[in-house]
């Protein structure tokens, strides 16, 4: 079993910029691959970014590219969503997961969830 915890949620104006970081608990951290990914109201939840094992590999959806940026401290048993530029429509409530084989963007073969943070992003 693995315990993620997300934080650095918050309201932010449209240009401006957020770190979220996600704490994982539970089991040996380096042995998850991790991705973020968001569920605005009225919405799927969609895909965000995705970090491999060692951290030395990674993908972004195609909205987000250029501007966030995942990393991931193995020794510290966190990854991160360092978010730049945020746009209105980057509001939604943020999550980070954890799945133990593979990697990459489907939210389905993810194993473990946090509770989610809210990032509001004003105009």
């Known amino acids: 079993q693995v315990q993620l915890v997300e934080s650095g949620g918050g309201l932010v104006q449209a240009g401006g910029s957020l770190r979220l970081s996600c704490a994982a608990s539970?089991?040996?951290?380096?042995?998850?691959?991790m991705g973020w990914f968001r569920q605005a109201p009225g919405k799927e939840r969609e895909f965000v970014a995705a970090?491999?094992?060692?951290?030395?590999?990674?993908l972004y959806a195609d909205g987000v590219k250029g501007r966030f940026t995942i990393s991931r401290d193995n020794a510290k048993n966190t990854v991160y969503l360092q978010m730049n530029s945020l746009k209105p429509e980057d509001t939604a409530v943020y999550y980070c997961?954890?799945?133990?084989?593979?990697?990459?963007?489907?939210?389905?073969?993810?194993?473990?969830w946090g509770q989610g943070t809210q990032v509001t992003v004003s105009s």
């Open positions: 539970g089991r040996t951290f380096s042995n998850y691959a």
């Open positions: 970090i491999n094992r060692s951290g030395g590999m990674t």
């Open positions: 997961a954890a799945r133990r084989t593979g990697w990459g963007h489907s939210y389905r073969e993810y194993d473990y």
